[in-house]
């Protein structure tokens, strides 16, 4: 069900204009140690790429 | 039409003096020419009130639901062997019953608590698209005869055939039949001559670049004044307390803020994933004219192509979104 909301929720806002690649989901649980760390390393590589965003940042 | 006004008074009458239901909800004729506006009567005498035309606009619904919540939470303080139940009977066509149907599913009242009395339905009219036809003009009078709406203006009479004004959900609208009911008014309707395009529309805006998207949202959400109507004319939206009146935690700012009332608007659009029943009541409250519908009926191709469902569509289906099957869709997981 989870899975449902995030397929829909990711084909949302790239429909809405947020680039799809900021949008990044997974299935990894606390004890996958090194799949873990895998994951922040690329999750942090992907959004690096994609610059600083822009869009639905509030200004205080 | 006539002929069904006719009988639906009839219908109504009959039922208010069977006492099988103790509120009816429909559709009388407005204060200004050419508008219905929604009525709610309680005994027979009233029924020659009720009316059903292209200008039916709102979907009743959310005052179906509306009443039925009242009298629930009047009902708490009274002694469960005191209580007594209300029936609400509402005139309905097939985006109406949709909604039924989804309340249904959801468990917000019983199937009997609600008598349903199925209209066919062509279509409503689409009254900014009737101001614009007329150049702005002030409608003096005006009167319906089958497909063609006359009007009397300051300088003049027109003539309007109902297919150039009828509202844009209408025009692509393959439920517009009841879905359930308890009594059928008349024969069912045509189906409507643009059923086949209906994602037509968000297939093309598909087709532009992230930017050109982005900016289109932001320029229709910069015309947003939060005067949350197109919250309170949607039937799916019933939460006793909005997200957006929650303080602990904030969710989202109340201020105008650009980015607020976008965050607003995402957060409440998601909220109709597999739940919108596309009645274009929120784009025909909206004072400002933001197009939502390009965004809502995204959602609703989703839910079609990801999950094969149209909300409310039949009793039996489970809501999307509480329910899994093996093989959903995952190509959009990431996995290093």
């Known amino acids: 069900m989870a899975r449902r909301k995030f397929a829909t929720l990711k084909s949302f806002l790239d429909y809405i204009g947020i680039e799809g690649d900021r949008t990044i989901f997974t299935w990894v649980s606390a004890s996958e140690g090194e799949r873990f760390a895998n994951v922040i390393k690329g999750v942090t590589a992907k959004v690096q790429a994609l610059g600083p965003a822009a869009k639905l940042v509030k200004k205080l | ?336």
């Not at chain 2, 784009?283 to 191709?301: A, E, H, N, T």
């Open chain 2, 1 to 336: 039409m006539e002929n069904i006004e006719k009988k639906l008074r009839e219908e109504a009458k009959r039922l208010l003096e069977e006492k099988r239901v103790d509120a009816l909800v429909g559709y009388e004729a407005g204060t200004l020419p050419l508008t219905a506006t929604p009525c709610f009567i309680t005994n027979s005498e009233e029924a020659d009130r009720l009316v059903w035309n292209a200008f039916c606009t709102q979907n009743l619904a959310k005052y179906v639901h509306d009443l039925i919540s009242q009298h629930r939470n009047a009902q708490k303080r009274v002694k469960p062997e005191d209580r007594k139940k209300k029936v609400v009977g509402v005139v309905a066509r097939g985006c109406t019953t949709r909604s039924i149907v989804l309340h249904l599913q959801e468990r917000q009242y019983g199937r009997d608590e609600v008598v349903i009395i199925g209209v066919p339905c062509t279509g409503y009219v689409d009254r900014k698209a009737l101001t614009v036809a007329l150049d702005g003009a002030d409608i003096q009078e005006g009167s319906l005869a089958g497909d063609r709406i006359t009007i009397q203006t300051a300088s003049g009479e027109r003539e309007i055939p109902v297919q150039d004004v009828l509202a844009d959900n209408c025009r692509t609208c393959k439920f517009n039949n009841p879905i359930i009911c308890d009594v059928m008014i008349g024969e069912k309707a045509p189906e409507m001559l643009g059923a086949a395009r209906e994602y037509a529309e968000v297939e093309e805006f598909e087709k532009l670049s992230t930017e050109e998207r982005w900016e289109y949202f932001t320029k229709e959400m910069s015309k947003c004044i939060r005067c949350y109507a197109c919250r309170q004319a949607c039937p799916s939206c019933y939460c006793p307390t909005c997200f957006v009146e929650q303080s602990q935690p904030q969710w989202v700012g109340l201020g105008e803020d650009a980015t607020d009332t976008q965050v607003f608007q995402l957060m409440r659009l998601f909220h109709m994933v597999g739940r919108c029943v596309d009645c274009g009541s929120c784009v025909s409250v909206c004072p400002m004219g933001v197009d939502l519908r390009k965004f809502l009926k995204k959602l609703d191709k989703d839910a079609f192509d990801f999950f094969g469902n149209r909300a409310g569509a039949s009793l039996e289906d489970p809501p999307p979104l509480s329910t899994f099957k093996e093989h959903d869709k995952e190509d959009f997981i990431y996995n290093p």
